[in-house]
């Protein structure tokens, strides 16, 4: 099946990607990518944009080049209270809302304080997706986040980028497999995640895809193809 989102990609403004919004949204188009997501870095990861940067966003038209764009941020799980980098001002200027573990702003725990930690971000009402939770940086119970997950509509992300081989994140692979595996059996949705940092790379999930063929994984829970049930799903009008 055809992807028709990619709802987690970074442009210039995130410090250290490489194209601007309508550089991603011309490639999205020739694509036939219907719904992009442009998930800037939230302010805690080096380099990343300041905060105005969000309150901003409104200047930014919604569609271009016949995308609809949903213009947000990959927030940052700074701890194992789950506290995430923006407050609830700003998450009011963002269409699209994503939390991840990044090594570089994550003081960790054990296995069961990371777990606490991203299911309290799973719980949070302003999630929509949890960025790359299998890509090890963070030892988790996967479970507990997948049951979380349903319960909320979260999407838990099977990240592509994170299984470059290049990028040496050995677990990424044996955890995203765990991952689908409990998705599958719990007949709970997933969502593909490019990470794009570049427009080349804009819906590139040749990673992921793998993956969700050694798992056996229904495509009708993968919601990459189904951008109207995902939008549904995830609360955005």
């Known amino acids: 099946m055809q992807p028709l989102i990619d709802l987690h990609t970074h442009t210039i403004a995130s410090g250290h990607a490489y194209s601007t ?9 020739q694509r036939g990518i219907r719904v992009l997501g442009i998930t800037e870095h939230a302010p805690s990861l080096p380099g990343a944009c300041d905060a105005i940067y969000f309150r901003n966003l409104h200047v930014v038209p ?8 949903l213009l947000g941020a990959e927030l940052n799980i700074l701890d194992t209270t789950g506290r995430l980098d923006l407050d609830e001002a700003h998450y009011r200027c ?27 971000a799973i719980h949070n009402p302003w999630t929509h997706i949890i960025s790359h939770p299998a890509d090890g940086t963070a030892d988790l119970f996967f479970e507990p986040l997948v049951r979380a997950a349903a319960e909320t509509h979260t999407l838990l992300e099977v990240n592509s980028s994170s ?3 290049s990028r040496g994140k050995v677990m990424a692979r044996p955890n995203n497999l765990e ?7 719990m007949d709970v949705p997933v969502i593909l995640g490019s990470d794009a940092h570049i427009s080349f790379s804009i819906a590139d999930y040749r990673y992921a895809l ?28």
């Open 94 to 120: 963002l269409d699209l809302r994503i939390a991840g573990i990044h090594i570089l702003c994550w003081q960790g725990g054990n296995r069961t304080q990371n777990t606490d930690a991203m299911l309290a």
């Open 163 to 165: 299984l470059i081989p």
């Open 62 to 69: 919604r569609e271009m080049y016949g995308v609809r764009l």
């Open 21 to 29: 919004i309508q550089e991603m949204a011309a490639t999205a188009s």
């Open 179 to 185: 991952l689908l595996r409990i998705a599958k059996r």
């Open 210 to 237: 793998p993956l969700l063929q050694e798992t056996g994984f229904p495509d009708e829970l993968v919601m990459n193809y189904y951008p109207e049930q995902a939008l549904r799903y995830l609360g955005i009008d």
